[in-house]
């Protein structure tokens, strides 16, 4: 059962804005830390952005002041704002869920959300 949908992927010029959503279906009561990750072919998924249930931030070094990630708790959306993007950048762009909700640690994975950026 997939719980965590992206979208808002595309084809974007280097230099350009998308703006990547991801709705949690999941009925647990909880909230949980919410991520951001990127992955291209032939290489590890790389951390970008979290947003935590506080609100407070953490990016990776090579989006810090370009992406921006948030939060909506009655949605149970996140977002990735994600400005002059580069073209190195296309790659899958997956969300992810971790957290305890009582006994229960979650980390789960949507299915990704595919950005190409053209030079």
């Known amino acids: 059962q997939v719980q965590l949908v992206e979208s808002g992927g595309g084809s974007v010029q280097a230099g350009g804005s998308l703006k990547l959503t991801c709705t949690d279906s999941?009925?647990?009561?909880?909230?949980?830390?919410m991520n951001w990750y990127r992955q291209v072919p032939g290489k590890e998924r790389e951390f970008l952005s979290l947003v935590r249930v506080d609100g407070t931030t953490t990016y990776a070094r090579s989006v810090k002041g370009r992406f921006t990630i948030s939060r909506n708790n009655a949605r149970k959306t996140v977002y990735l704002q994600m400005n002059s993007l580069k073209p190195e950048e296309p790659a899958v762009y997956y969300c992810k869920a971790t957290g305890w909700c009582g006994s229960l640690y979650r980390a789960n994975w949507g299915q990704g959300t595919q950005v190409t950026v053209s030079s």
């Open positions: 999941a009925e647990t009561g909880c909230k949980y830390d």
